[in-house]
């Protein structure tokens, strides 16, 4: 898949960056994880009651989005990660859409979800403590669920399913929204030229 912007949004421990390297596997994607821009930040401070803390995390991903603007070829594809809590939907969301327009890039937002009980599991992970990651189950009955509805959202329980067979859904998903896009296309440039084979015959 060329030019095509998938956003990996769910808890912490449900597997986002997991399943981004399954689907990065299978397809052309360049994975921006966004550990991989904020542990600059979490690495010399974890003071997060600090409001300079996301003041400093929101500069370094805007370097990164401005980065992706100004570097990278227009048919590169990419997927990036989030949590994303109530109330900061808008400021999460909003600064990849903008990148995705200023890249004419497909925008597919995929929400990850699942029973508490295995978010749960999966958040004990040792791996995650090594990416500043959090690995303190209390945390997932804390978190206040946002309210997100964007076009090409797919909503995805993952309880019951491997990371391989989360990726294959999504990557399926994905390009059937490419195919849906592609069919408007085409059916606006045959009713363009019958317009003007129409004008062509009444002059």
Known sequence: MKNTIIYLIGNPGIGKQTIAKKIAAREEFTIVDNHSYTNAIFAISSDFTNPKHEYYR?????????????????????????????????????????LAEKRNALFIPVWL????????????????????????????DTIP???????????????????????????????????????????????EFQNINSCLLYT
């Open 58 to 98: 929101l500069q370094v991903r805007d370097v990164v989005y401005n980065a992706i603007t100004d570097l990278c070829p227009a048919e590169q594809s990419f997927i990036f990660t989030n949590v994303i809590y109530r109330g900061e939907e808008n400021i999460c969301i909003q600064p990849l859409q903008k």
């Open 113 to 140: 979800q699942c029973s508490k009980d295995e978010n749960k599991r999966r958040i004990k992970n040792p791996f995650r403590a090594e990416q500043h990651k959090t690995r303190d189950a209390a945390v997932l």
């Open 145 to 191: 669920q946002p309210t997100i509805d964007l076009p090409n959202l797919m909503t995805l329980d993952t309880t019951y399913l491997s990371a391989d067979a989360s990726a294959q859904i999504i990557i399926e998903h994905a390009k059937n929204i490419e195919r849906q896009k592609k069919c408007v296309l085409c059916q606006g440039l045959q009713d």
